[in-house]
């Protein structure tokens, strides 16, 4: 695949995490990059997500202050820090990419269709 996704796991309510993922493609070095999840019988959710140039990022109103987007200095890589994790935020987490480079439109006003997904990976928070 085109995106490749880390670093979930089990965590104690309360812990952290740090999700990475990596786009093959050097070209997504100029395309936002971001996170959405999907619990267990929900719609999958807008988390998080950084600009081309790393320089703006914003997030869902559940994780603001406990989590934090950042892009590698290859800006092909995006990382997420999850702090301060909560059972509610078990969930699948799927990396995106913007098709379009360039683009300041926010990742989470795009079509899925816009975007490129990679294949998930569990973050499961026991209480």
């Known amino acids: 695949g085109q995106l490749q996704a880390s670093g979930g796991g089990v965590v104690q309510a309360g812990g952290s995490l740090r999700l990475s993922c990596t786009a093959s493609a050097r070209t997504f070095s100029t395309s936002g990059m971001g996170w959405f999840r999907q619990a267990p019988g929900k719609e999958r959710e807008f988390v998080a997500a950084?600009?081309?140039?790393?320089?703006?990022?914003h997030y869902a109103t559940s994780v603001q202050g406990r989590f934090a987007i950042s892009r590698g200095n290859a800006k092909n890589t995006v990382y997420l820090q999850m702090n301060s994790l909560k059972p509610e935020d078990t969930a699948v987490y799927y990396c995106?990419?913007?098709?379009?480079?360039?683009?300041?439109?926010?990742?989470?006003?795009?079509?899925?269709?816009?975007?490129?997904w990679g294949q998930g990976t569990l973050v499961t928070v026991s209480s």
């Open positions: 995106v990419v913007d098709k379009r480079p360039f683009s300041d439109q926010p990742i989470d006003d795009m079509e899925p269709s816009r975007l490129y």
């Open positions: 950084a600009s081309w140039s790393g320089g703006t990022t």
